[in-house]
């Protein structure tokens, strides 16, 4: 079973190579609409995202800011399950609880990488 979780995790690690800093505004788009997006990722919520026009963000996870220098992976990672690195985390592992797909998380990542 963790074999398969492993290979799982790696697999859609290595697709990130696609989204890297070259992603498609289409791509960009999507992962802008399911931050946003109440019945998504509702990112909104819990993190106000710095140099974007966001209305309204919550305060309960850290500021989203720099996330241009941060590595596709640890993204995808910090999204798919975030216990991983901080196993006291209020994020939901939104990958690994089935609440957003792998190519859901790759869009977020692509927007996250737009956020200075």
């Known amino acids: 079973m963790k074999l398969a979780k492993s290979l799982l995790i790696a697999s859609a690690i290595s697709g990130l190579m696609a989204i890297s800093s070259f992603a498609g505004d289409d791509l960009v788009k999507q992962g802008e609409k399911i931050f946003m997006t109440k019945n998504l990722g509702n990112c909104l919520a819990c ?27 640890a993204l995808y990672q910090k999204i798919y399950d975030p216990y991983t690195t901080n196993p006291i985390s209020a994020m939901p592992a939104f990958g690994k609880n089935g609440w957003l797909s792998d190519s859901q998380i790759k869009a977020v990542v692509a927007y996250l990488k737009t956020i200075k």
């Open 47 to 73: 993190h106000a995202a710095n140099g974007k026009n966001v209305d309204g963000p919550g305060s309960m996870g850290p500021k989203l800011q720099a996330l241009q220098y941060w590595p596709d992976e």
